[in-house]
């Protein structure tokens, strides 16, 4: 209990002093949502409001119970998911009627952005004239059979997505390949999909190559970029954002961070400072919807380059290996491997004595915490959010304590099952109580077995770590979530080889430490 409480206080050390209570920002984890969070967080800023962004949580269902629970104030979403997804609304539902059904749940709609982002399949363009396939109707022919679809996981599981789609237009396809979105054009590129799903304002669709097939049934809903946020955060201050990004210029946000190798930081900094010099606008943006249908354009997108007209070399990786993020993402890697393995420890060889001791309870103890290993780590994590009310470290820190407990129940066991029950009587005939025999015999002769569950828990909760990003526990996780949704392998790279050196120095580490208990 101490050493839980130290962790925790540790933890708190990085929060806000009382009172502060910055507005927490979201975002989902696609180079979008990333510059969208980061442009509500400049504008807040600006506005003398203390924020803070808390990049990459996972999906709408994560985003939704961090909404509910406090843990964030606001993040950028679309008016389609939040009547689909959310709310299990039909049609195209107005602002007003959307702010009614969310008023019983404490959040509203506010600061509509400009633009339409909506939901599409497309293709590569040679594929699609060779095939003759322009509408998503076309999907349905024999031609399109043989085609190879890859699709991003959230899509194949919202009602707006996949399922309904396939219905709606009889699809043929089976079961298409899960894929991040941020390699699904890449995946594109290389021939190993043949059909993607697409926001419609991707960076990577100003390159050309890609068709996007029309919707020519509507099933898509209206995605009109707006901010969603709990009913108490007072919006005033975000109003000067209110029909000032069209799709032209998110297309040239995404470019100037996916192309041109900004940082979105960066580019949600500098389209922020231009807003001073630009004339508010007075109605909607224009838009090119999926459907095909378009209004005149609305203001010209920013220069994706920075001043001067030179585009910044995108980091390398030794560069961004040694970020000036790195010490505050080793922190807190180390924080949630050690303090949820100490946690375990405590926990877990008191249970494996406890399997030990009573035979007949061994086999519900052990399949118990083989349970937990079962759960998808997202799944835990989307659970224990609602549970903890809040996202970051406290729930991170309970799923790895809870991974790492099979381990050390399991080899606790099987270590004092391994002790001779001629030790023990030899012992208790010299006069020893059973629990001083427990402590000073058998879990000593138990313990380079032990150990090597330990050790085993604390290799698996260093990789198992890295999902703590999508809630916003931070750690290396924090990179490979960034490099996966901004196509950035460097950045993928920078946080994927710093836990991988982690768990050979934790694996080397337990080695030295079993040999020097063995000799």
Known sequence: ?????????????????????????????????????AIVRETLAVAGVQAEHRPGLGNTAVLERSLA??????????????????????????????????APRGLKVGVPLGFHNGYALAMREADAGRLGIATLSDLARPAARALRLGLTH????????????????????????GLEHGLAYEALARGQVDVI????????????????????????????????MRTGLDAAPLQRLAGRIDARRMIALNAAVELDGRRYEEVAREFVAGLAGTPQATGPTAVRHPDGTSVAPGPSPIAAAPEGGKVAARPGFSQRLLDDDLLRLTRQHLLLVFGSLILAVALGV????????????????????????TIPSLALLAFLIAIVGGIGFVPALIALFLYALLPIVRNTHAGLSE??????????ALGMTPGQCLRL???????????????????????????????????????????????????????????????LAVQGGFEALLRALRR
């Not at 708190?12 to 975002?27: D, F, K, L, M, W």
């Not at 002790?419 to 208790?428: D, T, W």
């Open 419 to 428: 002790v001779g029950a001629g030790l023990a009587h030899a012992a208790l």
């Open 69 to 102: 629970s406090g843990a964030i104030d606001v993040y950028p979403e679309y008016t389609g998911t939040i009547a689909r997804e959310l709310l299990r609304l039909e049609g195209r539902p107005s602002l007003a009627e959307l702010d009614a059904a969310l």
């Open 197 to 228: 799903d697409v926001y419609t304002t991707d960076a990577p669709l100003a390159r050309g190559g890609v068709r996007v097939l029309r919707d020519d049934r509507a099933f898509f809903p209206a995605y009109d970029a707006v901010l969603l």
């Open 154 to 177: 959230e899509f194949l599981g919202r009602t707006d997505g996949w399922p309904g789609l396939r219905r709606a237009y009889g699809l043929p396809f089976a079961a298409p390949q």
């Open 441 to 503: 015999v058998q879990l000593p002769l138990a313990a380079p077995t032990l150990l090597a569950g330990v050790q085993t828990a604390a290799t698996i909760n260093v990789g198992t770590a890295t999902m703590a990003a999508f809630i916003g526990a931070g750690g290396y996780g924090e990179r490979i979530v960034a490099g996966l949704a901004l196509n950035d392998t460097a950045t993928l790279l920078a946080g994927a080889v710093p836990a991988a050196l982690l768990a």
């Open 1 to 37: 209990m101490v050493a839980a409480a130290a962790l925790l206080g540790l933890s708190a050390r990085a929060a806000p002093p009382e009172g502060a209570q910055p507005v927490q920002v979201g975002s989902k984890r696609f180079t979008e949502s990333y510059l969208l969070g």
């Open 350 to 373: 008191p249970l494996g004595v406890l399997a030990w001791h009573r035979p007949r309870l061994a086999q519900a103890v052990l399949a118990a915490v083989g349970l937990i290993q």
